[in-house]
């Protein structure tokens, strides 16, 4: 059995960034930025009003000032002429200032009857005026990589990018195998269950940035699996559930061995998870997840993630951890690492829970953190620090 450390260390060694492509706009969100961009543009391109009011000059501006309003500037219509002494143009938010006009008086502290206007007794202080480029200027540097988010596509928008270069999408097969599932909806015979794994870790995977495709439910015999694996064909990754310790009808290695699977490593000091194994199928990532429920979604959090996050060029650390304070008493941990379902406040106590049987997903689900326990962690009580994941 290797640590958690050593088999994150080997999965990630299995995967690469791979190639980019071109992506429209509406489509590059969530997506990582593959090469370096430049904006295409100043913004805003000209010095611009950020109140509605007039614009004049600093020479003007002072309580009881009269002055001659002799045009307008709007958003998108500019007022073609310049602003002199005793002048003001009336203008709105986003207009350019006309020039000549060294700030906007908002309209609120101003009198106006017909073409004249007063400024009144409190004036506002701010100038009122964007400066051109005060955003971004033409040619600065948006750099990849870079998961973008919704305030990163307006950013591109303005930059005049329509289209993006981001990093392709990992394809991942995944695979639950086992005479005793049925896909949800279909009715299962008395000794079957409804397979569960595949569809919660694909939802994870998908969240990560991968595009998923559900293989078929591979049946317990060698021919089964064999053909399951085959349409994992084009994929970047393959992932099975189940099949994988040393029951006579857990075949995942056996048939994957006969595939020419590169073994990296089966079998981790971690609970839960024991059963993991990863290595390369002729060129094809694959990591064989156990079979019981929150094994592998643990697994797909600890190992998977980060392969796809490591695939899509992004850094690949493990899961962030951080510190909590426990609400309950904790036994010893025996010889591997625990990550133990809890619960986190939001006062920062973390609630460990009684039921930790890795087959339990309605633990799972009301699960927002899990307690990471060392190896040979001793009794844990009530107040002290302990590491947490959250989920
Ligand atoms: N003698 C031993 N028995 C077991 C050991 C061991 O060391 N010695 N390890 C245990 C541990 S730890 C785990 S974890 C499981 C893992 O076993 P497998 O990977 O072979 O998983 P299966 O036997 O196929 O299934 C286990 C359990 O999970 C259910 N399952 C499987 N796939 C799905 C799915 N896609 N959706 C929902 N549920 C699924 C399956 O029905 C079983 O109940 O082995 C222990 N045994
Ligand atoms: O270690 Mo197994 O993965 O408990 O359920």
Same mark, same amino acid.
């Given at each position: 059995m290797?640590s958690? $450390?050593?088999?994150?260390?080997k999965?990630l060694s299995?995967g690469?960034?791979?190639?980019s492509?071109q @992506? &429209?706009?509406?489509?590059?969100a969530?997506?990582?930025?593959?090469e370096?961009?430049?904006a295409?543009?100043?913004?805003p391109?000209? &010095?611009a009003s950020?109140m509605?009011g =007039?614009?004049?000059q600093?020479?003007?501006?002072?309580?009881?000032s009269?002055?001659?309003v *002799?045009?307008?500037?709007a958003?998108?219509?500019?007022?073609?002429?310049?602003?002199r002494?005793?002048?003001?143009v009336r203008?709105?938010?986003?207009?350019?200032l006309?020039?000549?006009?060294?700030?906007?008086?908002i309209?609120?502290?101003v009198?106006?009857?017909d073409d004249?206007i007063?400024?009144?007794?409190t004036?506002d202080?701010?100038?009122h005026?964007?400066?051109a480029g005060g955003?971004?200027?033409e040619g600065?540097?948006?750099a990849a990589?870079?998961?973008?988010g919704?305030?990163? #596509?307006a950013?591109l928008?303005s930059?005049?990018?329509?289209?993006i270069? @981001?990093v392709r999408k990992?394809?991942?097969? #995944? %695979?639950a195998t086992?005479?005793?599932?049925?896909a949800p909806g279909?009715a299962p015979n008395?000794d079957q269950? #409804?397979?569960?794994?595949?569809y919660?870790?694909?939802?994870?995977?998908?969240a990560?940035?991968?595009?998923t495709?559900l293989l078929p439910i591979a049946?317990?015999t060698?021919?089964?699996l064999?053909?399951?694996?085959a %349409? +994992?064909?084009?994929a970047d990754? /393959?992932?099975?559930?189940g099949?994988a310790?040393v029951?006579?009808h857990?075949? $995942?290695a056996?048939?994957? +061995?006969d595939?020419?699977m590169d073994q990296?490593? =089966?079998? /981790?000091a %971690?609970?839960p998870?024991?059963?993991?194994m990863a290595?390369?199928m002729?060129g094809?990532?694959? /990591?064989?997840?156990?079979g019981?429920?929150v &094994?592998?979604?643990?697994c797909?959090t600890?190992?998977?993630?980060?392969l796809?996050t490591k695939?899509l060029?992004l850094p690949?650390?493990?899961p962030?951890?951080a510190q909590a304070?426990?609400?309950n008493?904790l036994t010893p941990?025996?010889?591997r690492?625990?990550y133990?379902?809890?619960?986190?406040?939001?006062?920062?106590?973390?609630?460990v829970?009684?039921?930790q049987?890795?087959?339990l997903?309605?633990v799972l689900?009301?699960?927002?953190?899990l307690?990471?326990?060392?190896?040979?962690?001793?009794?844990r009580?009530k107040g002290?620090?302990?590491? *947490?994941i959250?989920l």
């Amino acid at each position: 059995m290797i640590s958690v $450390v050593e088999a994150l260390e080997k999965v990630l060694s299995l995967g690469t960034r791979l190639s980019s492509e071109q @992506v &429209s706009l509406r489509a590059a969100a969530g997506r990582v930025l593959a090469e370096d961009l430049r904006a295409k543009r100043t913004q805003p391109p000209f &010095s611009a009003s950020a109140m509605d009011g =007039y614009a004049v000059q600093d020479g003007d501006w002072a309580t009881g000032s009269t002055l001659r309003v *002799i045009g307008e500037a709007a958003a998108g219509h500019a007022f073609h002429g310049a602003v002199r002494p005793g002048e003001a143009v009336r203008i709105f938010t986003g207009a350019p200032l006309p020039e000549g006009a060294d700030r906007v008086v908002i309209q609120e502290d101003v009198t106006r009857t017909d073409d004249l206007i007063t400024l009144g007794e409190t004036l506002d202080t701010g100038r009122h005026v964007r400066p051109a480029g005060g955003d971004f200027h033409e040619g600065d540097l948006f750099a990849a990589p870079r998961k973008l988010g919704p305030a990163d #596509i307006a950013l591109l928008a303005s930059m005049n990018h329509a289209v993006i270069p @981001v990093v392709r999408k990992p394809v991942v097969a #995944i %695979m639950a195998t086992g005479d005793e599932l049925v896909a949800p909806g279909e009715a299962p015979n008395p000794d079957q269950i #409804i397979a569960s794994n595949s569809y919660g870790i694909a939802a994870q995977l998908e969240a990560a940035g991968a595009e998923t495709r559900l293989l078929p439910i591979a049946r317990d015999t060698r021919a089964a699996l064999r053909d399951v694996f085959a %349409m +994992a064909k084009g994929a970047d990754l /393959i992932v099975t559930i189940g099949g994988a310790s040393v029951g006579d009808h857990d075949l $995942v290695a056996e048939v994957a +061995a006969d595939l020419n699977m590169d073994q990296s490593f =089966y079998k /981790i000091a %971690m609970r839960p998870g024991k059963p993991l194994m990863a290595g390369n199928m002729d060129g094809l990532p694959m /990591i064989g997840l156990p079979g019981n429920p929150v &094994s592998s979604m643990v697994c797909s959090t600890l190992f998977i993630v980060p392969l796809i996050t490591k695939m899509l060029g992004l850094p690949a650390d493990a899961p962030k951890t951080a510190q909590a304070t426990l609400a309950n008493d904790l036994t010893p941990n025996g010889p591997r690492e625990h990550y133990m379902r809890a619960h986190l406040a939001p006062d920062g106590t973390v609630r460990v829970h009684d039921a930790q049987d890795s087959a339990l997903m309605s633990v799972l689900a009301a699960s927002n953190a899990l307690v990471v326990r060392p190896i040979r962690d001793p009794a844990r009580a009530k107040g002290e620090s302990v590491s *947490i994941i959250t989920l």
